[in-house]
């Protein structure tokens, strides 16, 4: 097993025994029933050393829940970093979260957003991860009893401490492997776990705005907004 695996791993372990009550109903931990396509990811674009890991906050229902890869919109997945293998399911699941694997018909803005401005860019996966990498926070999508998503910020502190704890711990060890000079939160909440869990590192950490469609600025036009941030970073496109 070899040392991404490892965190993997020990990762899922950690997160198995939590709980999580009302409002959340189900949760759906995609690096279980969707390993394989993580696995290819890590095995294809994790190689090392990164100049940047841009680090989101948790799957989307339609991204990575569906294809096991961060802000995992399928046809980026499949089409342009040509990783597909069977998916499974949870083992409970809620009927307007269906997990439909690479057969899903609804797509995710923010995957197809992000992804859309490394294909735009970089036109290859390969010229995208030979500086950069995209990782997510928490592995765990939550869900409320009408089918709401909850992230992991609106989750209940007696519950939050622990699911933080071990998602800090693996970060930690993740950009250890990586070796990255900056790491960028896809959003304040992920810019602020970075903060916490990586004190102790001296790697650069900054924010990008989101493309989520929740996000007025990201609708405006959200390639050249996270640009100019970048650029702001020291970081050259």
């Known amino acids: 097993?070899?040392?991404?695996?490892?965190i993997?791993?020990?990762l899922v372990?950690?997160?198995r025994p939590l709980k999580f009550g009302p409002p959340v109903s189900h949760v759906y931990n995609p690096l279980e029933y969707a390993r394989e396509p993580y696995r290819q990811y890590h095995a294809k674009y994790a190689f090392t050393p990164k100049e940047v890991v841009f680090l989101g906050m948790n799957p989307g229902p339609w991204g990575m829940a569906q294809t096991g890869i961060p802000f995992g919109e399928i046809n980026a997945v499949r089409d342009w970093m040509k990783i597909?293998?069977?998916i499974g399911t949870p083992a409970e699941m809620h009927p307007k979260r269906p997990v439909l694997g690479f057969e899903c018909t609804k797509r995710e803005v923010s995957g197809k957003r992000l992804w859309g401005?490394?294909?735009?860019t970089f036109q290859t996966p390969h010229r995208f991860f030979s500086r950069f990498f995209v990782a997510n926070y928490c592995p765990l999508l939550f869900i409320e009893g009408s089918g709401r998503n909850r992230t992991p910020d609106q989750i209940r502190a007696a519950e939050r401490n622990p699911l933080q704890e071990v998602c800090d711990h693996a970060?930690?060890?993740t950009i250890k492997h990586l070796k990255p000079n900056y790491v960028i939160g896809v959003g304040r909440f992920a810019e602020k776990r970075a903060r916490v869990a990586l004190s102790d590192n001296k790697v650069k950490?900054?924010?990008i705005t989101h493309p989520s469609p929740a996000n007025p600025k990201a609708n405006r036009g959200w390639e050249p907004v996270i640009i100019k941030q970048l650029?702001?970073?020291g970081i050259r496109i």
């Open 231 to 233: 650029a702001d970073l």
């Open 13 to 15: 372990n950690g997160l």
């Open 8 to 10: 993997v791993s020990d």
């Open 171 to 173: 970060l930690r060890r």
């Open 117 to 120: 401005w490394a294909q735009k």
């Open 205 to 207: 950490i900054g924010v």
């Open 1 to 6: 097993m070899n040392r991404l695996e490892s």
């Open 84 to 86: 597909s293998a069977p």
